[in-house]
Structure formats: C-alpha cells, structure tokens
C-alpha cells in the first residue's frame, strides 16, 4: 500500500504495523522515524542492519519472536533494508508480529522485489521520501525568518542554502543557531549569519566532495591543507559525501542503460547546475557500481568511527578523503 510521505498521520493511524521508507531524503526518514516513535513511547526501540539479521537470523526471531508476555512491545528499524531481507519479511507477516517494524532502504528501481511488495500488499505500508529541492529549503527558510520576525535578505537565504548542500536536517540546525542567538536581538546580519554558521575561512565542503569523487588528488589536497575542520564540519563532510555518492550512483546507473552521457547529465533530476556538469561527468567515469556501493558502506562505517572518537574526526577524514582521491577504480 503507497502512502504519500506528507500523509503521516496517514500512516500513524494506519492499523499495519511494517513499513517501507524508501529513497534519499534522510531528514524526512528521521522525522517520520521520530513521529512514529513519539506516539508510540511506551515501546522499546531496536535498531538492526540488514547484514546483522541476515548473519545470525535465528537471533534475531528469537528476540522478535520469543519475548515474555511481560515485556514491551517493540519498535524494529532495520537499516539498509533490500531485496535480501523480502523473505523475512513476510515470514514475520505470517507470524502475525505484532511488533512495529520499519524498514529503511536507500533509493529502490521500481522492480525492486522489496519495493514492488510494500506497494502492491495491502498488508504493509510503502512510503517513499525524495530529496528536499533548492525550491523546498527556501520556502523553509522564508517561513523560518517570517515567524521569528527576523529581517534578512534573499541573498542571506541563498547563503544558508548553498551551506547546508540541499540537506534540509544541516539547514534546520543552522536556523536554529540563527533562532538561539536572536533572542535578544530583532536583526541579525550577514556578516553575523557568516560568523554563526562557521561560513568564513572554510573552503566549500561541496568543493572538497567533488575534487575528492573526481580523483582530483592536488585540489583535495590544497582544500584540506587550507581548512581545519571542527567535528561538526567532519560529520557534515561524511553526511554530504554519503548523499553525493549516492547520487553519483544513480547516475551511474543511468548511464549504463542509456549509453549517452550528455542524456544522463541533462535528465537528471533534481537537475544539475551547469557549472556542475563537467565535474559530474569525471565522477561518472572515474567511478562503477561495485567500487561506489563499497564506498558508501565504508562511510557509514567511517561516521560510527567518528562519533566514538571524536577527537580524532579530523584525522580520520582527512586520511579517508585523501585515499578516495587516490583511489584508482576497478573498472
């Protein structure tokens, strides 16, 4: 059963317990996750990886499915949910669980086994959550500033827009610092927005992401050696290179079937900035499926790193950054 990400009421008066959240929008995963949660607080809150269960599957069925009469009933979020996990799926189905179970997939084609089940079954729930757009952060942002009666202009919009590299969770955090620090203001200026939200002296992360996904081994370089990265900025690199690799992905893919490069770069959506093509098109060629899913995999990894020893976040992004832009893919 489809239901449209805006309909989240929807979905929590929904009486099916075992959703699908599927694509790359991860803030809005997190808020529906958080919504979900919220309602249900009485509910204990398990997290697994989908290779976790698929390694030691008689585990996890005895935790879902062997629990005293005493205990809570849960909340299961299976993260990086695929094909692979369909069968246990619907296993669970026929056990009739009682247990709310959220699955969270990246983007997922449309014959994806996974995906085509949670649409066509009335017994579940599919919900798909796309990326914010340029359009989508601005209106949060005008909204933003309308409310809290803070003055600013369109350019200081942009400015927050172009920081946060279309992620509407990085945006919310900045406005959010913007909301704290006028408290006991009525104007905030762009100078003061710059100094707030760390803009100054940095190099555009965006920068550093794409030279490094090009291979451009001397312009990583020369960005790293220039900025001294706060632990913030490292999650935000590891984040937004998590997103752009996934994207890269994508077009990928798409170029494999349409066998046109200019096509891939045109009809993609969200569309790309023509000042962004030609690094795009180096990134395409430089990378395959195999060596980026592998890459993506690594910075989740990298992030749990970071969280756990986050002293050395820079240390460790810095290394990682370098060994992607030394990278010679195996095509």
Known sequence: MIVKHFEIKKILQNSKNIWLLHGKNEALKNEIILNITNTNKEFEILTYDENQILNDL????????????????????????????LNIVEELIDKNTKDLIILNSDMLEKKSKLRSYFEKSKDVISVA?????????????????????????????????????GEKEYLM?????????????????TEEIIKLTNLIDNHNISELIDNCLAQNSKKTINILNENNYSNDEVIMIVKMLIKKCKRVLG???????TKDLEKTITSARPPIFWKDKEIIKTQIIKWNTKDLKKLIFDLN???????KN???SYNFINDFIISIANLKASN
């Open 301 to 307: 990894d990298l992030e749990l790193c970071i969280k």
């Open 251 to 257: 077009l990928i893919e798409e170029f494999s079937n």
């Open 310 to 312: 986050s002293l050395l």
């Open 173 to 189: 955090n900045e406005l959010n610092k913007i909301k704290i620090y006028c408290i006991t203001k009525k104007k905030i200026t």
């Open 58 to 85: 008689d585990n996890f069925f005895n935790e879902i499915l062997n629990g005293s009469l005493f205990e809570n009933e849960k909340i299961i979020i299976i993260k990086r949910a695929s094909d692979k996990i």
């Open 129 to 165: 959550v796309y990326p914010e757009t340029l359009q989508n952060l601005a209106i949060i942002c005008q909204n933003f500033f309308k409310n809290n009666k803070i003055p600013v202009s369109q350019s200081d919009i942009n400015l927050l827009i172009n920081k946060v590299g």
